[in-house]
């Protein structure tokens, strides 16, 4: 499912929530148009992503109805869509201020076959929200994190470092329905261990990949740089944490500890702490 962002000429008016101004001349001396135009576009395509995350939340809350969840887990899907709405307009907005564009969300293209897939089955859910919720969004986490520490605005920064929160959040909820899913039968555990067992072979050998200098003061990483965060959520925060849940053997654990993913250790830790107090 491929969100739509329609191109400025399409839309009427800017959103009216957006947090910043369009008209701030901030970057207008410290990056050329051309830079200009490509930080606007990769945050567009950022706020595309997160307006595509607004559906995946509703449908997960859906999912969630369909297989019985607790109320606890179905405001934590609600909450976490909302929180989407708020990342797609902070992406829009610095977007705008960036290019003085007025890019809005447009139609999302919704499946009734997509949709409908998974209703009432655990396994299909499970596995999906261990892909989509337990390992991405905790790699997407520590990659906002990243970037929250280096924008240069500071109003920026203090946005997508509240967003990076929202997101370890989301991972640390996807962490907790999967680990109730996984408890309702064994084949959904099996299932389960089977996505990170899977995605494991991934992250075996260590990136040898070399970072190069670009725009992180507006948002922009390189390959390498998004490499090697994934690499260090991966081992860090997804390894020992499906360990911990014994989704892998501990075998797969890994000892190392860096202060970048910490954060996003921090929220996971926290939730499941919280969900082992309440029975869910
Ligand atoms: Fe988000
Ligand atoms: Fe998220």
């Not at 706020?47 to 297989?67: G, N, Q």
Request: proline share 4%; glycine share 4%; net charge negative.
């Amino acid at each position: 499912m491929a969100p739509i962002l329609n191109k400025p000429s399409l839309y009427t008016t800017a959103d009216s929530a957006l947090p910043l101004n369009v008209s701030d001349p901030l970057f207008e001396n410290v990056l050329s148009e051309e830079e200009r135009t490509k930080a606007a576009d990769y945050w567009a395509k950022v706020a595309m992503m997160e307006h595509a995350s607004v559906a995946s939340f509703s449908r997960f809350s859906l999912e969630l109805m369909s297989v019985g969840a607790s109320t606890e887990l179905l405001t934590l899907a609600h909450q976490a869509a909302l929180d989407e709405v708020r990342h797609t307009q902070i992406s829009l907005g610095i977007a705008n201020q960036l290019n003085s564009t007025t890019f809005t969300a447009g139609s999302f293209p919704i499946s009734r076959k997509v949709v409908d897939s998974a209703f009432g089955d655990m396994e299909k859910i499970a596995t999906a929200a261990a892909l989509e919720g337990c390992i991405e969004e905790t790699l997407a986490a520590s990659i906002v994190f990243y970037q929250a520490e280096h924008m240069g605005d500071p109003n920026h920064k203090v946005l997508l470092r509240s967003v990076a929160l929202d997101e370890a959040n989301h991972a640390a909820f996807a962490w907790r329905a999967v680990q109730w899913m996984a408890s309702t039968s064994p084949e959904v555990h099996a299932a389960v261990s089977a996505v990170f067992s899977e995605r494991a072979q991934q992250y075996e050998a260590t990136p040898q990949t070399s970072s190069v200098p670009t725009l992180q003061h507006v948002g922009l990483l390189d390959q390498g740089t998004m490499t090697k965060l994934q690499h260090a959520a991966w081992h860090q925060v997804v390894l020992p944490t499906a360990v911990a849940l014994g989704f892998l053997p501990s075998s797969f654990d890994s000892q190392t500890t860096a202060s970048n993913t910490a954060p996003v250790a921090d929220a996971i830790a926290r939730a499941l702490a919280s969900c082992q107090r309440a029975s869910m």
